[in-house]
């Protein structure tokens, strides 16, 4: 925990840190002559910023978490595994503390509903203190995970530090690119409901300039939609785009002709579902 500190503190830290300190330090990352990432320049200002800013703005900030003679278990991540944790955790014995960026759980195996207009984003949604209300001694806190610090057993976040006696790390992954940059760069992952969000809007964009192209080439090219991935999110966004074009975008856009509207999935392997039988696995198609 942090302790109290005099109110004029922190504003003055904050104040040279973020508008005295150099500009070096809050510059992007950058890509080095050999293709490796500097993190010198961003370092400082991505781990002590927005810790500075809200103390500055609220001297008696702090985790408030109670002390207890109990076990803390600490979680971090609120999807499906820090959830289950959480759920699973005897609160009597055990005082439980939830560190997640959102304050919902998501569930992701329906994202590519949102994506594709099926769903609202809240459908798929669940509130994680809603979710856990019964718990009685269980802490949600809306924060990031800086760093752990595993000899001593405290974790820092971005508020403050906490000790913990068993520790969850759950935090889930990121999309991977497979060192692929222009893929990086313009391609839209589905990993968030933000992310679902996004692409969902770029769709409803895309057919709508679709709406006002009389060229058949340019409209050809518009509306083909490449999918990375063969697995269920890239096989079900596909099926939904599918869906989505003989269903509703017909109706919505009669002036559009869209069996021009081309749906192409990538993948490296030769056959969809490789997780799955071999006898459910299909190979790649034209929709």
């Known amino acids: 925990m942090i302790g109290p500190v005099p109110d004029l503190v922190i504003p003055v830290l904050a104040f040279l840190f973020l508008v005295v300190v150099p500009a070096r330090f809050r510059k992007p990352l950058v890509e080095s002559p050999d293709g490796k990432r500097n993190t010198e320049y961003c370092f400082l200002f991505r781990i ?62 329906l994202l590519y509903q949102v994506a594709t207009a099926g769903l609202q984003g809240d459908a798929i949604a669940g509130p994680l203190r809603t979710v856990l209300k019964k718990k009685k001694d269980f ?13 001593r057993q405290t974790v820092a976040t971005s508020i403050g530090h906490l000790h913990y006696d068993y520790l969850i790390v759950a935090n889930g992954c990121r999309s991977n690119f497979f060192g692929n940059k222009p893929m990086e760069t313009y391609a839209f992952p589905i990993k968030s409901i933000p992310d679902a969000l996004n692409l969902k809007s770029q769709l409803m964009q895309t057919f709508e300039s679709a709406s006002m ?18 697995g269920p999110t890239g096989v079900e966004t596909a099926g939904a785009l599918a869906e989505l074009r003989k269903k509703v975008l017909t109706k919505d856009y009669p002036g559009i002709d869209f069996p021009e509207c081309t749906s192409i999935s990538c993948k490296a392997a030769t056959t969809y579902w490789p997780a799955c039988p071999k006898k459910q696995q299909t190979t790649p198609t034209r929709t």
């Open 48 to 109: 002590f910023a927005p810790k500075l800013i809200v103390m500055a703005l609220h001297p008696g900030v702090s985790l408030n978490i109670p002390e207890t003679s109990k076990p803390r278990v600490v979680i971090i991540g609120g999807g499906f595994g820090g959830l289950y944790a959480a759920h699973k955790i005897d609160t009597s014995k055990f005082q439980v503390v939830l560190f997640d960026k959102r304050n919902y759980h998501t569930f992701q195996p």
């Open 139 to 151: 802490h949600f806190r809306l924060l990031r995970v800086l760093s752990i610090d595993d000899k």
């Open 213 to 230: 192209i009389n060229d058949p080439a340019m409209l050809e090219k518009i509306l083909t939609i490449v999918i990375v991935g063969g």
